[in-house]
């Protein structure tokens, strides 16, 4: 079971940007599909970005490609997401999360770990 620790939310304007990051433990990172999920108040929980083990692919919902970009580093365990072009529409709290998988997932259900989340809040 790995443990996960989100990081880098916070309250920014419009167009502004922010850099995510989650922090793994427990368990060897680089066996893992990543991924980022946000969930706002009365909302289910929606897929954002999924990172491939090694890195080399990518996936993103709609709603946030060409603004947003998933990587990760190996050797330091961590996962980021870089969010560009920031709206308010994109206020929630955002969870990393951990899949045992072979490839990328955009489901909620094929991922096993999850962090606690980190709150990002968008003004207009």
């Known amino acids: 079971q790995v443990q996960l620790v989100e990081s880098g939310g916070g309250l920014v304007q419009a167009g502004g940007s922010l850099r995510l990051s989650c922090a793994a433990s427990?368990?060897?990172?680089?066996?893992?599909?990543m991924g980022w999920f946000r969930q706002a108040p009365g909302k289910e929980r929606q897929f954002v970005a999924t990172?491939?083990?090694?890195?080399?692919?990518?996936l993103y919902a709609d709603s946030v490609k060409g603004r947003f970009t998933i990587s990760r580093e190996n050797v330091r365990n961590t996962v980021y997401l870089q969010m560009n072009s920031l709206k308010p529409e994109d206020t929630a709290v955002y969870l990393c999360?951990?899949?045992?998988?072979?490839?990328?997932?955009?489901?909620?259900?094929?991922?096993?770990?999850w962090g606690q989340g980190t709150q990002v809040t968008v003004s207009s």
């Open positions: 999360a951990a899949a045992g998988t072979l490839g990328p997932r955009i489901r909620s259900d094929e991922y096993d770990c």
């Open positions: 427990g368990g060897t990172f680089s066996s893992f599909v």
């Open positions: 990172i491939s083990r090694s890195g080399a692919t990518t």
